[in-house]
T-cell receptor, first 113, second 110 residues
Framework: KAGVTQTPRYLIKTRGQQVTLSCSPI?????VSWYQQTPGQGLQFLFE???????NKGNFPGRFSGRQFSNSRSEMNVSTLELGDSALYLC????????????FGPGTRLLVL | EDQVTQSPEALRLQEGESSSLNCSYT??????LFWYRQDPGKGPEFLFT???AGEEKEKERLKATLTKKESFLHITAPKPEDSATYLC???????????FGKGTKLSVKP
C-alpha cells in the first residue's frame, strides 16, 4: 500500500508571496491533518479535513488555509508569506474504523527569504 | 491545558547501552498515546499506540509502556541505526487533535 505523498518536497519563496502544498493520503483514508514543524515549537497542528470539510483547526492565523477534494487529496495554502513561516510542513492521514493512528508523509520543506 | 512533556531532550548512548525515554502527559480522558520515530528531514514514522495503563508493546529493540501519567520507551542494546528523534503524542485540545511533545533526540555511538 502506498504511503502518504507530499509535493513539492522543497520550496523557496520570498516574503509576501503565497504557496500551495499538496498531500495525497493513503488509499482509503478520508482524514487528512496538517502540521507545521519548527525547531523551536516542534510539531504544531494546523487543521484537519474529513470528507471535504474542515473538522478541526489549530491556532494559526487566517493566512493559513486548506481544502480537501472528493478523492481525499488535500492542499494547504499560505498567503503573504513571512520569514517565520519557514518550516517543515507535514501531512498525515488517518484510516476508518475508530483507529486514530496518523501516518505521516515525508513533508515539504519551505524556506522563506 | 493538555500538555505532553518529553525527557531528556537529548540522549547519547554507546552501542549496547540500554536506556529509557520518558513522556509525561496531562490530558482529560486519554484516548491513546502514540510513539513516533523521526529521522532528519523526514516525516515521523509510526511506532506504537498504547491505550490503557499497564499496556506494553514491543518492536525489535524498543518497548513502550504506559501508566496513568506517563509512558516510557525502553531501548535495549541500541544500535547506531536507532539514532533518531522519538516523539510522543496524545489526542487532546478542544477537538481531539494530536498534541506532540518536543521529542528526545537519541544518538547511539558505535
Amino acid at each position: 500500500k502506498a504511503g502518504v505523498t507530499q509535493t513539492p518536497r522543497y520550496l523557496i519563496k520570498t516574503r509576501g508571496q503565497q504557496v500551495t502544498l499538496s498531500c495525497s493520503p493513503i488509499s482509503g483514508h478520508r482524514s487528512v491533518s496538517w502540521y507545521q514543524q519548527t525547531p523551536g515549537q516542534g510539531l504544531q497542528f494546523l487543521f484537519e479535513y474529513f470528507s471535504e470539510t474542515q473538522r478541526n483547526k489549530g491556532n494559526f492565523p487566517g493566512r493559513f488555509s486548506g481544502r480537501q477534494f472528493s478523492n481525499s487529496r488535500s492542499e494547504m495554502n499560505v498567503s503573504t508569506l513571512e520569514l517565520g513561516d519557514s518550516a517543515l510542513y507535514l501531512c498525515a492521514s488517518t484510516g476508518l474504523g475508530g483507529e486514530e493512528t496518523q501516518y505521516f508523509g515525508p513533508g515539504t520543506r519551505l524556506l522563506v527569504l | 491545558e493538555d500538555q505532553v512533556t518529553q525527557s531528556p531532550e537529548a540522549l547519547r548512548l554507546q552501542e549496547g547501552e540500554s536506556s529509557s525515554l520518558n513522556c509525561s502527559y496531562t490530558v482529560s480522558g486519554l484516548r491513546g498515546l502514540f510513539w513516533y520515530r523521526q529521522d532528519p528531514g523526514k516525516g515521523p514514522e509510526f511506532l506504537f499506540t498504547l491505550y490503557s495503563a499497564g499496556e506494553e508493546k514491543e518492536k525489535e529493540r524498543l518497548k513502550a509502556t504506559l501508566t496513568k501519567k506517563e509512558s516510557f520507551l525502553h531501548i535495549t542494546a541500541p544500535k547506531p541505526e536507532d539514532s533518531a528523534t522519538y516523539l510522543c503524542a496524545v489526542p487532546g485540545g478542544s477537538q481531539g487533535n494530536l498534541i506532540f511533545g518536543k521529542g528526545t533526540k537519541l544518538s547511539v555511538k558505535p
